[in-house]
């Protein structure tokens, strides 16, 4: 098992940027097993995947829906899977969550919006106009 926390929400206006952080408190050496990914989830929409990064954080996966703004990382060292997000919309305001693939095989990373095992609880970001 592994808990995972998202920080780094919060109000801001439209053009700022926001960088968010996802904690696993995990054992470094089951943390770097894991592939990553960033969702979100506004209000009476569907989640959907933001950013996907393999457990060396080397291949990274974007839809083309957030290509140029959104720059997902991670650092072992720290347990920790970081999604930088430049030029805020007010239509970027939702829930934002971190989750963990179990899936470990070369440098993989997960594309998909499904097979991911664990989830943290969210943070919220609100843009203003």
């Known amino acids: 098992q592994v808990q995972l926390v998202e920080s780094g929400g919060g109000l801001v206006q439209a053009g700022g940027s926001l960088r968010l952080s996802c904690a696993a408190s995990?054992?470094?050496?089951?943390?770097?097993?894991?592939?990553m990914g960033w969702f979100r989830q506004a209000p009476g929409k569907e989640r959907e995947l933001l950013a996907a990064?393999?457990?060396?954080?080397?291949?990274?996966y974007y839809p083309d829906s957030v290509k140029g703004r959104f720059t997902i990382s991670r650092d072992n060292a720290k347990n920790t899977v970081d999604l930088q997000i430049n030029s805020l919309k007010p239509e970027d305001t939702a829930v934002y969550y971190c989750?963990?693939?179990?899936?470990?095989?070369?440098?993989?990373?997960?594309?998909?919006?499904?097979?991911?095992?664990?989830w943290g609880q969210g943070t919220q970001v609100t843009v203003s106009s």
């Open positions: 989750a963990a693939d179990r899936t470990f095989r070369d440098d993989y990373v997960n594309p998909r919006e499904s097979g991911y095992d664990y």
């Open positions: 995990t054992p470094t050496y089951t943390f770097t097993r894991y592939a």
């Open positions: 990064v393999s457990w060396s954080g080397v291949n990274t």
